[in-house]
């Protein structure tokens, strides 16, 4: 293999049901990877174990739990089904910004809070649009709900049930992350994703065998 082609080799993993990972060009069980919008699947789980365990309802109004936004007809449910009618994307985030979600900060979605009823671009309910910035606004609401962080209600409602509270970070440890690289195998710089985005796509994961859910 050429110096070049050897640059370009992307780690990968597969999983697959019932046996374990296949792992090649350098990845291993022990490596964090961004997972992206993976994101979300947690955030939701965690909606619904909230609610099993009384801390909600999942149709409860955005404003009970997030009071400085205004009634908007949106619900949590809403937020977690892509059918609040939110924009895809936070107020001030769109564009070809190398780094787009640095400046949503969590002071930047309260500030969005109070606006929520005229940034929805359609009537709650009436149809699915996937909107990173409705799971910015869902997790705030479970944060608030639950007296928690973001990182601390995932890791009580999810991530310590399942077992699975070493392989899902904020931040991995140092010298266990795969990140992406460029064209000619460069180092890409990453977005931002631990602010007020987190919840919908900013966490870390291994590929190590989780438990069945």
Same mark, same amino acid.
């Given at each position: 293999?050429?110096?070049?082609l ?8 597969v999983?697959?049901p019932?046996?374990e990972?296949?792992l090649t060009?350098g ?5 964090f990877?961004?997972? +992206?919008?993976?994101t979300?699947?947690?955030? !939701?789980t965690?909606l619904?174990?909230?609610e099993?365990?009384? $801390? @909600? &309802?999942?149709d409860?109004p ?8 205004p009634?908007?007809?949106?619900t949590l ?6 059918t609040?009618?939110l924009?895809?994307?936070p ?7 190398r780094?787009?979600y640095l400046?949503f ?12 009823d005229r940034?929805a ?10 909107s990173?910035?409705?799971y910015?606004v869902? +997790?705030?609401?479970?944060a608030?709900?639950? !007296?928690?962080t973001?990182?601390?209600l995932?890791?009580?409602? $999810? @991530? &310590?049930?399942?077992?699975?509270a ?9 010298g ?9 195998g460069g180092?890409?710089?990453a977005?931002?994703?631990s ?9 870390w ?9």
């Amino acid at each position: 293999m050429s110096p070049l082609l050897r640059r370009r080799a992307v780690p990968t993993c597969v999983l697959r049901p019932g046996r374990e990972p296949r792992l090649t060009n350098g990845h291993a069980e022990d490596r964090f990877v961004e997972i +992206g919008s993976l994101t979300k699947v947690l955030t !939701g789980t965690a909606l619904v174990r909230m609610e099993s365990a009384g $801390v @909600l &309802d999942a149709d409860d109004p955005v404003e009970r739990w997030l009071p400085a936004a205004p009634a908007s007809g949106i619900t949590l449910r809403h937020l977690m089904e892509h059918t609040s009618g939110l924009p895809r994307t936070p107020p001030g985030t769109r564009g070809l910004s190398r780094d787009p979600y640095l400046a949503f900060t969590p002071q930047s979605l309260s500030e969005s809070l109070t606006g929520l009823d005229r940034l929805a671009v359609r009537p709650a309910g009436q149809r699915e649009e996937y909107s990173n910035f409705g799971y910015a606004v869902l +997790g705030a609401a479970l944060a608030s709900a639950a !007296g928690q962080t973001y990182p601390e209600l995932l890791r009580s409602h $999810v @991530l &310590d049930p399942l077992g699975i509270a070493d392989e899902v970070v904020v931040e991995p440890p140092a010298g266990r992350s795969l990140r992406a690289r460029g064209r000619f195998g460069g180092r890409r710089s990453a977005w931002t994703m631990s602010g007020a985005i987190l919840p919908a796509g900013g966490l870390w994961a291994t590929p190590a065998p989780w438990p069945p859910w």
